[in-house]
């Protein structure tokens, strides 16, 4: 076979490399054009997004998103917070029916004490919802609470004891309560009343259903909550009344003037019959809280508080509390060993192993008698 010309070939070859340049020309120029059609496209997007994205002012909260149950979207820092602020000022002054049989109360939460937590920090976490991280971030944040909406919740602070013993007063007597055994001394004998068992509202789980209730509060609607009981057991029994046979201690006080009898008689009264249960203590103050408060005459006060003194030095009781006169003077005389007032408190602590009793009057002879009664050291011994 007769080959081609040499010449013939050099031009087939050279119209072939031509040939593969235009191409790599044309497949450059159209690599260029999809490149700049995608950065088009892409900077379209980009554009379309970063509108979106900040299509709020940075200072503005974003659509759908709600604090404590109210929407905030489109409002500040400052225009939410009054919101919240407003919507609270209602609810902690809406009234809660408790509710119990017939027996019902109305109660506040600011009555319990109850508050709202930190509101800034709620409101500075819608603001910054959908304002951080990079664009499409962000932008998939914001997409996401057009489908479901965003909440910030803040848990209330709660003052429990204050709450609980309001909770306690407002539903005392929506239930039976026990009574404790109490003990008399008539005619030189002991006579004991046993105790009895009851019931009492059960505040705990009370508090609890209102803490439950608080993110669902809506401003201005009251709402009602059945109060549950639970069982009250005595403080006080008639076992531990028994114990009580004995005299630990006495004092009397000779009083001369017939004005000053009529002065101690409410006074022997208040204090008669006081039990003192072991590891407690007996505060004067609070006996004859009445008296120092109404005016009674001080010298009438002193005289009761150092009678209660000495039976208690006479029976070898603690007294965890008392004040000496500033100075001895006339009134020594007439018995006033300690000084009493409204600053300043006689208390005494039973650290026996049985209950205290307390004897208080005045006898046939114008004396002020104080007595002190527990158990036979013997029957203390056997506790031990």
């Known amino acids: ?33 999809v490149f700049l059609c995608a950065v088009f496209i892409v900077g379209i997007f980009y554009s379309s997004v970063y509108r979106y994205v900040h299509r709020m002012d940075k200072d503005q909260i974003e659509q759908n998103v709600f604090v404590q149950g109210i929407d905030v979207s489109g409002l500040t820092k400052k225009q939410a917070i009054a919101q919240i602020e407003g919507r609270w000022t209602v609810l902690r002054n809406t009234p809660m029916t408790l509710k119990a049989g017939d027996k019902t109360a109305k109660v506040t939460l600011s009555e319990l ?30 997409r996401k609470a057009k489908k479901e909406k965003v909440e910030y919740e803040t848990g209330y602070e ?12 407002k539903t005392v007597d929506f239930f039976e309560g026990a009574v404790n055994a109490s003990i008399t001394r008539v005619g030189g004998v002991f006579q004991i009343i046993g105790e009895k068992d009851g019931e009492t509202a059960d505040t705990e789980d ?55 009898k009529q002065e101690l008689l409410p006074l022997t009264a208040a204090l008669n019959g006081q039990v003192v249960m072991p590891e407690k203590k007996l505060s004067l103050q609070s006996v004859l809280e009445k008296f120092l408060r109404d005016g009674t005459p001080g010298e009438a006060l002193q005289m009761m508080a150092s009678c209660l003194y000495e039976s208690a030095k006479d029976a070898g009781i603690v ?17 006033l060993t300690v000084r009493f007032d409204r600053e300043q408190d006689l208390e005494i602590e039973n650290k026996t192993e049985a209950p205290l009793y307390i004897e208080s009057y005045i006898n046939g002879e114008g004396e002020l008698v104080c007595t002190i009664y527990g158990a036979a050291a013997n029957d203390e011994e056997k506790d031990e």
Request: net charge positive; no cysteine.
């Open 1 to 33: 076979m007769v080959g081609a010309p040499m010449g013939l070939r050099r031009k087939e070859k050279t119209a072939s490399k031509r040939m593969s340049a235009a191409q790599k020309r044309k497949f450059i120029a159209l690599a260029g054009l």
């Open 113 to 142: 004490g109850i508050r709202q937590g930190d509101v800034e920090k709620l409101a500075d976490q819608a603001v910054a919802y959908g304002k951080r991280g990079n664009l499409y971030q962000r932008y998939r944040k914001i």
């Open 158 to 169: 709660i003052e429990e004891e204050q709450a609980k013993s309001v909770l306690k007063e």
């Open 206 to 260: 009370l508090l609890d259903r209102i803490r439950d209730e608080l993110d669902d509060l809506e401003a201005g609607r009251e709402i009602e909550l059945e109060v549950s009981s639970m069982k009250e057991e005595p403080k006080i029994s008639r076992k531990d009344l028994e114990k009580i046979q004995v005299e630990k201690g006495s004092s009397t006080i000779k009083v001369k003037r017939d004005d000053r």
């Open 319 to 335: 007294i965890s509390e008392f004040h000496k006169p500033q100075s001895l003077g006339s009134g020594q005389k007439d018995g």
